[in-house]
């Protein structure tokens, strides 16, 4: 029987690789765009593709096509919260509506989402259950000069996913994935990516620049990385989050090395604050 995937963001970049991807290998797909209408794949036909429209920031849009998914296909199987984007600049170079904006879409947005996904997985099809995998970054494991808001939005999803999994019961079947990439050759470096004004007290640090010099150089290419998704949306046990790019996996295993260096470096201070004669239950 053919899974049924919706992707959000799925007019550039990972989004549309996604999509192709699962269509390619014989599934179904609802893609989602602000504008539907400018969404083109391959082998599509009326029986297994569906394009609607789905803007984060518009929670009305969000049930409308959930509620057109069902409509069609009876379920959804796999949740992909894939719409985002990149601001770049330092944190003093940001307006409030962007700092707003990147929040509202990156994190509030996919809040909204795998609200919804939930409450479909486990109430309005039958069998129960599905995968809900959330895009985020090594960013979300990381902080990186010139995206701190960025960075922000990700760290939130991945504890808010991290939390969320242990709250949903097993027999209900919902299942969550953190997709962590590195630097894939996508539009997000470049046409997708928002720019802060400079502000002079930064001028060591120019994020124009910076990722002018980094747009498609990148180690990663984003047709492997959606077929790597894909694999992992129909792992029977998928993993709770995973990197992908060897420039991403470089950077959490260094990350996790600093973290023990550090924590054991406390580690007494850290220990010696419980109260006198404290025991562990």
Not at 104 to 123: K, S, Y
Not at 209 to 217: D, L, Q
Request: hydrophobic share 40%; aromatic share 10%; proline share 4%.
């Amino acid at each position: 029987m053919p899974r049924v995937f919706l992707i959000t963001g799925t007019s550039t970049g990972f989004g549309n690789f996604y999509a192709q991807e699962v269509l390619d290998q014989g599934d179904y797909v609802v893609a989602t765009a602000r504008d539907p209408t400018s969404l083109s794949f391959k082998n599509t036909t009326a029986d297994n593709f569906l394009a609607v429209r789905l803007d984060v920031t518009d929670k009305k849009s969000i049930s409308e096509a959930f509620d057109a998914t069902l409509a069609k296909f009876s379920r959804v199987d796999v949740v992909v919260n894939n719409a985002g984007y990149g601001l770049a600049g330092c944190f003093e170079e940001y307006t409030d509506a962007q700092i707003r904006q990147q929040m509202e879409i990156n994190f509030f947005g996919l809040l909204d989402v795998t609200r919804t996904a939930i409450e479909v997985m486990r109430d309005r099809q039958t069998p129960q259950g599905g995968l809900v995998q959330n895009v985020t970054s090594i960013g979300g494991q990381r902080g990186v000069p010139l995206f701190s808001l960025y960075c922000a939005s990700k760290w939130a999803v991945e504890g808010f996913t991290e939390a969320l999994s242990h709250e949903v019961k097993p027999e209900w079947g919902i299942k969550f994935t953190l997709i962590e990439p590195g630097g894939f050759r996508t539009d997000w470096a470049g046409r997708s990516m928002e720019f802060a004004e400079r502000h002079p007290a930064y001028d060591h640090l120019n994020a124009s620049v910076a990722m002018g010099k980094r747009h498609g150089n990148q180690a990663g290419d984003p047709v492997k990385g959606a077929k790597a998704m894909y694999k992992l949306a129909v792992m029977k046990q998928p993993p709770l989050r995973v990197v992908l790019g060897s420039d991403a996996y470089a950077g959490v295993m260094n990350k996790i090395d600093q973290y023990e260096q550090n924590y054991k470096r406390f580690e007494r201070l850290s220990n010696e604050t419980d109260v006198d004669g404290y025991q562990a239950p």
